[in-house]
C-alpha cells in the first residue's frame, strides 16, 4: 500500500516558468510533511517543509500548499531555473511513534529548460 | 561543519559475498536511519537508532540485514549472502532530534 502517491512522474517547464508537483496521502496520524531535492549521485537535501496547522509555506521561489481534508499538499516552484533540474520527492511522518521515519513519493523529475 | 558521511561511495559485491556499509553521522546528532532507494524509487525505511538503540527494525526486508551503531555515532549496515535484488541505493540520515533529517551521498551497492 503506497502511503504518498507522488505525481506527475516527471515534468518539463521553461526557463522562468512554474513548476507544480502533487502528492496525496492516506495516513491521517501525518503530522509532518517535507520536499527533499536530490541531484544524481547525491542524497535527498531538505527543501522545505510544512506542518498541517498551516495552509501555506513559502520560502524564496519555493511554497507548499497544504490541504488538510483532501489530504493533499503541493511543491510550487517559481521563476523556474535549469539549476532547478532535479528529482525531487515529497514525505510524509507521524511523530506519534517518537520515530520520525519518513515515507516518501516516488519522485518527481523535473527539466527545466533553458 | 560536515555533514552525514558514507562510505564506501560504490560497491560491487558477488552474489552470496557479505557487504558493511559505513555511516558517520553530523556530530552530536541522536537519531540516525538508514534507507533503501531503488533505481527511479524513492527512499525506503529501514532502520533507526536512537543513540546505541535500535528502536525501529520494521523496514528491514529480511534477515540477511542487520545494522548497528554500538558507541551511538558511526553507524554500520551489514548484508549477509547478498542478492541481485539488494543493488540499490543505501542512505544513511542522522537527526538532531525531531522532523530534519539530513541524508548521506549514500553508498551504491551493484550485486553481480
Known amino acids: 500500500q503506497q502511503q504518498v502517491k507522488q505525481s506527475p512522474q516527471s515534468l518539463i517547464v521553461q526557463k522562468g516558468g512554474i513548476s507544480i508537483i502533487n502528492c496525496a496521502y492516506e495516513?491521517?496520524?501525518?503530522?509532518?510533511f517535507p520536499w527533499y531535492q536530490q541531484f544524481p549521485g547525491k542524497g535527498p537535501a531538505l527543501l522545505i517543509a510544512?506542518?498541517?496547522?498551516?495552509s501555506e509555506k513559502k520560502e524564496g521561489r519555493f511554497t507548499i500548499s497544504f490541504n488538510k481534508s483532501a489530504k493533499q499538499f503541493s511543491l510550487h516552484i517559481m521563476d523556474s531555473q535549469p539549476g532547478d533540474s532535479a528529482t525531487y520527492f515529497c514525505?510524509?511522518?507521524?511523530?506519534?511513534?517518537?520515530?520520525?521515519?519518513?515515507?516518501f513519493g516516488k519522485g518527481t523529475l523535473l527539466t527545466v529548460n533553458p | 561543519g560536515a555533514g552525514v558521511s558514507q562510505s564506501p561511495r560504490y560497491k560491487v559485491a558477488k552474489r552470496g559475498q557479505d557487504v558493511a556499509l559505513r555511516c558517520d553521522p553530523i556530530?552530536?546528532?541522536?537519531?540516525l536511519f538508514w534507507y533503501q532507494q531503488a533505481l527511479g524509487q524513492g527512499p525506503e525505511f529501514l532502520t533507526y537508532?536512537?543513540?546505541?538503540?535500535?528502536?525501529?527494525k520494521s523496514g528491514l526486508p529480511s534477515d540477511r540485514f542487520f545494522a548497528e551503531r554500538p558507541e551511538g555515532s558511526v553507524s554500520t549496515l551489514k548484508i549477509q549472502r547478498t542478492q541481485q535484488e539488494d543493488s540499490a541505493v543505501y542512505l544513511c540520515?542522522?537527526?538532531?532530534?525531531?522532523?530534519?533529517?539530513?541524508f548521506g551521498p549514500g553508498t551504491r551497492l551493484t550485486v553481480l
Open positions: 495516513n491521517t496520524a501525518f503530522d509532518y
Open positions: 540520515a542522522s537527526s538532531r532530534q525531531g522532523y530534519t533529517q539530513y
Open positions: 514525505a510524509a511522518t507521524d511523530s506519534g511513534g517518537s520515530n520520525y521515519k519518513l515515507t
Open positions: 537508532f536512537q543513540n546505541e538503540a535500535q528502536l525501529d
Open positions: 556530530s552530536g546528532h541522536v537519531s
Open positions: 510544512i506542518r498541517p496547522d498551516v
